[in-house]
T-cell receptor, first 113, second 113 residues
Framework: GQQLNQSPQSMFIQEGEDVSMNCTSS?????WLWYKQDPGEGPVLLIA?????ELTSNGRLTAQFGITRKDSFLNISASIPSDVGIYFC?????????????FGRGTSLIVHP | NAGVTQTPKFQVLKTGQSMTLQCAQD?????MSWYRQDPGMGLRLIHY???????DQGEVPNGYNVSRSTTEDFPLRLLSAAPSQTSVYFC????????????FGSGTRLTVV
């Protein structure tokens, strides 16, 4: 099956710092999704990207759909303690009825006050 | 709307016991999936359904059964629990074509002793 490589695996940062994480794939996707999972909860969709080269923001979060369609990036600016959690990328083909997303292994973010 | 509801939230089973994890959604979503989450492994797809009466296997289907008799419900059955099935289980649902990401339940934490 398709593999998503998400990095870094974990990040320990100070409050106020910017964060960058990325996801790469061995094959193309037509949709990239970024989720956040708070401790003890299910993942929640943050940003969805539908077009190669697309750059989308949601508050302090900015995500990009890579031009090759094999990668995506998520940036968090001016981190705050509530940014703590696990961030997952997911890719989706969306063709031939294949709307089942493939998830990366997650980036665990810890923010020190 | 309740979204995606999973029950129970916590469960302890003895090896060899069987049980059913319940999942219900009230958003009239066509797609429903079950994932398991283990430390460092991300979200791995167990089974999925693209509509009532249609199910298919995901990445790690062994030891699990599913059925989709209605649009709303997608139960996951453990046939004979094993310690390797100790995990956190998430149910998720989403729309068909023009898919814009899954909505996740809050999870079931299962321990098999």
């Amino acid at each position: 099956g398709q593999q998503l490589n998400q990095s870094p695996q974990s990040m320990f940062i100070q409050e106020g710092e910017d964060v960058s994480m990325n996801c790469t794939s061995s094959s193309i996707f037509n949709t990239w999704l970024w989720y956040k999972q708070d401790p003890g909860e299910g993942p929640v969709l943050l940003i969805a990207l539908y077009k190669a080269g697309e750059l989308t923001s949601n508050g302090r979060l900015t995500a990009q759909f890579g031009i090759t369609r094999k990668d995506s990036f998520l940036n968090i600016s001016a981190s705050i303690p509530s940014d703590v959690g696990i961030y997952f990328c997911a890719g989706q083909l969306g063709t031939g009825g294949s709307y089942i997303p493939t998830f990366g292994r997650g980036t665990s973010l810890i923010v020190h006050p | 709307n309740a979204g995606v509801t999973q029950t129970p939230k916590f469960q302890v089973l003895k090896t060899g016991q069987s049980m059913t994890l319940q999942c219900a959604q009230d958003m009239n979503h066509e797609y429903m999936s079950w994932y398991r989450q283990d430390p460092g492994m991300g979200l791995r797809l167990i089974h999925y359904s693209v509509g009532a009466g249609i199910t298919d296997q995901g990445e790690v289907p062994n030891g699990y059964n599913v059925s989709r008799s209605t649009t709303e419900d997608f139960p996951l059955r453990l046939l004979s629990a094993a310690p390797s099935q100790t995990s956190v289980y998430f149910c998720a649902s989403g729309r068909g074509g023009g898919f814009d990401g899954y909505t996740f339940g809050s999870g079931t934490r299962l321990t098999v002793v």
